[in-house]
């Protein structure tokens, strides 16, 4: 491809701008077209890490395979990364760090600081960033966040420090000492695995170090001595982590109140499952109270009867609304397509094309249009009846819609179907979804429109038409007024919208002290937080079925600040997402060991094997001594103290698998080959020579300051690891005329692509994000600092220890 195209060449121009004295050419030369898509590729998957729709790994292998099918990489070429250095490495950095969290490595060191230092801010703040940047040295810079931040939080508890002040040291200490040695981060792996690509000598297990002691040393003190009083002082935080504040921190006062089942009730001998409870506007029984006995943390199993008072966790003004279905009749309807029939209304069903996917029912306007409504949608085996409007369609959904059959043909011509498959489809109906719903004398609901009733949202339906003294109104408008004796024709689950209207019975009979409500000797509530690597990010409580899995229950969540307690089963879990947890306490305790989640407050501890804690100290220090004797390469000495924690027991076999992030070591081998790709077409030494025009005449020093520019602009928005493999070859290419060693002007790239402190969405920062109580504006307000004496950190690192590498 690259001979096919060598000869289109765009533009080839030098245009020349004066200012003063000072003279700036910027070449535009030989930009052929195979580079142009190259870099257009890039920029997509750029774009694609940027918006989150695509997972970067997802993102980086797609590209990844159109090199190929481009004809810019071989097979070979494209999965080289797979079996690189680096991908090992990062491999066997994961089993390192495992080993040194399921042997009580942090727990002892965080006992320690707070034994030792616990009385002062400042020496706690410090001893806790040297512990850190330590272990971030020889492991995942969020992997070592992830394994001491329950200890972090056990400081905070016992020297009465506010977590504030601690957790966002604790992230800049992670990203910090990810500079000390090779296997520190990604990035310096990467950078490494970039010049022997090159067939350059690659950096060695301590070719960092001197540089990154300087870096580590000036942003412990920069922390100590500033960045402590540009902090936040949540005093809340820490409260919290008490667990007589943790329902304060959560505001759950303002979401507990009391409901009575009366005599007579049709919710006498229901169970909670039956009712459908926490199904409706995300209500939640938390426990039930009734003569002699006191029920926390009830399962769905669980059965009312008359007397019972039921201490509920919700909106009260929202349960108010579900309370207004009371004495509502709901009866499937018998014949009901010949009652359509008669009128003219049709029931067919339109299969999705691919044309519309990603559409909502809003943009396709059909009930304006041509007067049909969509009763419900089939996805699969399921189907959706609530918030149809704005639920985004699939390709292959089917729309069960009811409308009148003149214009059948008209939106079978909008949906882009043939004639045959609009035959086929008509075939299907929805008549066992349809049932009716009378209004009862006297009921609230009379004089409220049909969307201020809130009935669609409250039961989960939606309403296709309504009968009024014999007379059906299809469609029937939003707007139109309810009146007692009112039919209401809908399609969802029956039997729910049934149980939710005997929910109407229930009478309100105040509210609960939360912390009486939600604890005993058994039941218990704890916080955990959703890990880098857990499974369930962007999934709901609802998809996962949380409360059958767990068998505990969500009283609230913490997201950026701010305690969320509404629409919680439907809200998607974010990493760093803080869950407030109720149960009994056996059955906490599997968080503690969950991938899934890193446990906080008083959270029992998992079983950590201490007794092995001296075979994690002695495979580290056969790393480090392989390496440095020079016996073998970085991957060899890596693997070799990886295979004696496992040999020892200190790790098991099936905690490692479980422990990978496999997301991060795919992206880096997925990444990799680019860097061959932008070399084999020659973006790589045109980018150089474009830059080494740019600056022509300047100091090495000020080519170095603006290739550190760039790396942590990059390494601020996108992953770090990116940033190396974009600028390395330029790197590389440019230190040919700097008269540097190519190594040490790659190693500036990928010391400047760890400098991000400032980007809320880095890893670190986001876990220790919600439970700090930080905010945008704070990493901003911080990270800045930390930025600047990082430039400046390496600036003097690199006059003064150039040498180091040689």
Partial sequence: MGEALSGNVLFSIYPTFFRGNIR?????????????????????????????????????????????????????????????????????????????????????????????????????????????????????????VAIMLPTVAGISRRSNIPLSLLLMPLSFAAILGGTLTLIGTAPNIVASQMLADANLPPLKFFSFLPFGLLIVACGILFMVFFGLKLLPRNESTSKALRKEDLTSLYKLHERIFTLKVPAGSRLHGKTLAELHFGESLDLAVVSIERPGKHLLAPGPEETLYAGDTLIVRGRFFEL???????????????????????RGITTIAFRVPPALTSKT??????????????????????????????????????????????????????????ESSLTDLQQKDIKGAIFS?????????????????????LTGITIIGLIRQDEIMFPV??????????????????????????????????????????????????????????????????????????????????????????????????????????????????????????ALAEAPKVELRTGKIGFAML??????????????????????AAMMLVLSGAVTVEETYREIDWRAVFLVAALLPMGMAFQKTGATPLFADWLGSA?????????????????????????????????????????????????????????????????????????????????????????????????????IAVYAFGWWIL
């Fill in 24 to 144: 700036v050419t910027l070449p535009c030369k030989i930009m052929t077209l195979e580079i142009l898509g190259l870099v257009a590729l890039v920029t997509c998957m750029m774009a694609a890490f940027l918006s989150e729709r695509v997972s970067p790994e997802i993102a980086a292998i797609s590209v990844l395979l159109i090199l190929i099918f481009g004809g810019y990489l071989t097979p070979a070429e494209a999965f080289s990364g797979f079996s690189s250095k680096a991908a090992l490495t990062l491999v066997a950095m994961f089993i390192i760090g495992s080993g040194l969290y399921h042997t009580g490595f942090a727990e002892l060191v965080g006992h320690n600081i707070s034994k030792r230092f616990g009385h002062s801010e400042t020496a706690t703040v410090a001893a806790i960033m040297v512990v850190t940047a330590g272990i971030s040295s020889f492991m995942n810079n969020v992997a070592a």
């Fill in 320 to 342: 108010e609304e579900l309370l207004k279905l009371r004495g509502m009749e709901v009866h499937p309807i018998s014949n009901i397509e010949q009652h359509l029939k008669e």
């Fill in 361 to 418: 029912l809003r943009d396709l306007d059909v009930r304006e249009r041509f007067g049909f409504i969509v009763a419900s949608i089939q996805r699969g085996d399921e189907l959706i009846f609530s918030n149809l409007a704005s639920e985004k369609l699939q390709a292959g959904d089917v729309l069960h819609s009811l409308g009148d059959s003149s214009t059948i043909h008209e939106l079978a011509h909008l949906l882009e179907l043939s």
């Fill in 437 to 457: 719903m009378k209004l009862p004398p006297a009921s609230p609901l009379a004089g409220a429109t049909i969307q201020s009733s809130k009935i669609g949202e």
């Fill in 477 to 598: 408008s939003v707007d139109q007024a309810l009146r007692v004796g009112d039919i209401i024709l809908a399609a969802g689950d029956v039997e729910r919208a049934r149980a939710l209207a005997r929910l109407g019975e229930l009478e309100v009979t105040g509210s609960q002290s939360p912390q009486t409500a939600l604890e005993s000797s058994e039941i218990g509530i704890m916080e955990v937080v959703v890990s880098p690597r857990s499974q369930l990010i962007g999934k709901t409580l609802e998809q996962i079925r949380f409360r059958e899995r767990y068998d505990a229950l969500v009283l609230a969540l913490w997201r950026e600040g701010r305690p969320l307690r509404a629409r919680l089963s439907r809200t998607p879990l974010k990493f760093g997402d803080a869950l407030l947890l109720q149960g009994r306490r056996r059955h906490l305790q599997i968080f503690a060991s969950d991938p899934d989640f890193v």
């Fill in 619 to 640: 495979s580290l220090f056969v790393m480090f001594l392989i390496e440095f004797l020079g016996i073998h390469s970085e991957v060899v000495a890596a693997w070799t």
């Fill in 695 to 795: 600056m022509g005449g300047s100091e090495p020093l000020a080519v170095l300051a603006l290739l550190t520019i760039l790396a942590c602009l990059i390494s601020q928005s996108l992953d770090a690891s990116f940033s190396v493999i974009l600028l390395a070859p330029v790197a590389i290419a440019l230190s040919q005329n700097l008269a540097l060693p190519p190594s040490l002007v790659v190693m500036v790239v990928a010391l400047a692509s760890s400098n991000a402190f400032i980007a809320s969405f880095n890893r670190c920062n986001l876990l220790v994000m919600g439970i700090g109580g930080y905010n945008a504006r704070d990493y901003f307000r911080v990270g800045l600092g930390i930025t600047f004496v990082h430039f400046i950190a390496m600036a």
